[in-house]
């Protein structure tokens, strides 16, 4: 079985709230901060930890921080801790996108 989620946001929304340490602080962990170097990141980030969420099923059910998106040497983004789970950002313009796939092993 196969889940699904996506997930668009507004860059200039995030642009506005990562402004606010205790968005920065509530939404990303320490890596991701490091990681992001743009407003584009951050909402990137932002993105893929919702469809996450919506993949799942469960609604948001941890805080958004819990949840780390790692990037490998090649920059692909990974969820850390996820098994089965596959994650892709894109962004274009004023909005970022994110879908993540996420399967059962049988």
């Given amino acids: 079985m196969f889940r699904i989620g996506n997930d668009i946001v507004l860059v200039s929304r995030i642009e506005k709230s990562i402004k606010n340490k205790r968005f920065l602080s509530e939404v990303y962990t320490e890596k991701e ?14 993105a893929a930890k919702e469809a996450y969420f919506k993949a799942l099923g469960t609604g948001i059910t941890k805080r958004l921080n819990d949840v780390e998106i790692i990037f490998d040497e090649n ?15 894109s962004h ?4 970022a996108f994110a879908s993540v796939i996420m399967w059962e092993q049988v």
């Avoid at 901060?33 to 932002?46: D, I, L, Q, S």
């Avoid at 274009?92 to 909005?95: L, P, R, S, T, V």
């Fill in 75 to 89: 920059g692909k983004p990974h969820i850390a801790g996820a098994e089965n789970c596959d994650v892709s950002i």
């Fill in 92 to 95: 274009d313009g004023e909005y």
């Fill in 33 to 46: 901060r490091e990681h992001c170097k743009n407003a584009e990141n951050f909402a990137g980030v932002f």
